[in-house]
């Protein structure tokens, strides 16, 4: 089903007072200097989703802030889809009583978040994954767990429930009363939730790597692997068995949380974390393209959404020529971001150009 933005509207959000933005369903390169806010309007619509967005920030600290004000202001984002089915409306904004809490609607009507990932689906790269192969393993398994997202909407509560019960059982172990009963029932959950957790990740490490096979373009293949995925069968045994070192150690050290993400760069024969900066940032676009070309076939789901932050000024020209022919052939919506225009020569009169300056769209460049 192809799904893209037509139209995308901010209140209060970050740097941008208010802003309409049409995109009339196209992909867009947005240029100018650092702090002009480009990021804040990728971030903007990676908040159409559930979860806090691509700089996982607190729903809080969204809002616009002058100097002299100790609190953002109550902010609110809107977009108008076009797709082969219909147009639809979805919103988002936080409570203004509670400015930890935000609300989502759906053509007016009040929805959870869940059910954004209905009618959009966005998949983001940014500064801060440069480092994905040398961070640690968590930061690793929240980017495929986003990949996952977009391909099975119900990992998303699933791995929200596994890791409140998690909390929850860490509490009881460390701080009292570490009640058998009441720990058997949040280690049930922990198996149910866990296992579906683990099956999710493997079909989708699957699917993505016969992708990445077929997937015929300019950047590295990827090898992936799951690591210390338990079986689960052994899940409910392995946490009462971990409960006396979890106690002691004040972290739950078993469980598919603890699994982790390798990526092997096939061509160089060496893993993702000894490869250049250059080549991790290529190995991580294949995943992405591959992903996005995997889902763009499927009519039961909306096509995917890329968000890529500062992306083009870390690939050769022949790389970022070659990252703009695939987005566009594969007819994937992308918004590219980055501070010189030239970056984007080779995309032009396929894109919509958007010079951005102190907030404001200043510029529109065809």
Not at 45 to 60: C, K, N
Not at 172 to 185: F, M
Not at 343 to 361: E, N
Request: charged share 30%; aromatic share 6%; hydrophobic share 40%.
């Amino acid at each position: 089903m192809k799904t893209y933005i037509h139209r995308l509207s901010l209140t209060d959000f970050r740097s941008y007072t208010s802003l309409d933005f049409d995109l009339a369903g196209r992909s867009a390169y947005l240029f100018g200097p650092n702090g002009a806010g480009k990021t804040n309007l990728l971030e903007a619509i990676s908040v159409l989703s559930p979860g806090r967005g691509l700089r996982g920030a607190a729903l809080a600290d969204l809002g616009r802030k002058n100097p002299d004000e100790a609190k953002g202001r109550p902010w609110g984002v809107a977009a108008r889809l076009l797709s082969e089915d219909d147009d639809i409306n979805i919103g988002t904004g936080s409570d203004p009583r509670d400015l930890n809490k935000r609300g989502v609607r759906l053509d007016g009507q009040n929805v959870s978040a869940a059910r954004l990932l209905d009618h959009l689906r966005l998949v983001w790269l940014t500064p801060a994954q440069d480092r994905i192969f040398l961070e640690a393993r968590a930061e690793r398994l929240r980017f495929f767990d986003r990949l996952v997202f977009a391909d099975e909407p119900a990992h998303a509560s699933v791995v929200n429930a596994y890791e409140k019960a998690l909390r929850e059982r860490l509490k009881l172990l460390v701080h009292g009363p570490a009640d058998d009963g009441w720990l058997s029932v949040l280690e049930q959950r922990l198996t149910e939730s866990g296992a579906r957790m683990i099956a999710s990740r493997q079909r989708a490490m699957i699917a993505l790597q016969a992708e990445i096979e077929d997937h015929h373009g300019a950047f590295p293949k990827a090898d992936l692997a799951l690591l210390g995925a338990d079986n689960p069968d052994d899940l409910l045994d392995g946490y009462r068995r971990a409960r006396a070192r979890d106690a002691a150690a004040g972290r739950s050290l078993f469980g598919p949380h603890r699994m982790d993400l390798s990526v092997f760069h096939r061509d160089k024969n060496r893993t993702a974390s000894d490869c250049s900066t250059g080549e991790q940032k290529a190995l991580v676009l294949n995943m992405i393209l591959a992903q996005g070309s995997r889902l763009s076939r499927r009519s039961d789901l909306p096509n995917p959404v890329l968000l890529l932050d500062e992306v083009a000024a870390h690939l050769d020209p022949v790389r970022r020529a070659a990252l703009f022919d695939e987005t566009t052939h594969l007819r994937l919506q992308t918004l590219f971001t980055g501070t010189d225009e030239n970056l984007f020569d080779a995309l032009r009169g396929r894109a919509l150009g958007v010079r951005i300056d102190g907030g404001q769209l200043t510029e529109f460049v065809d």
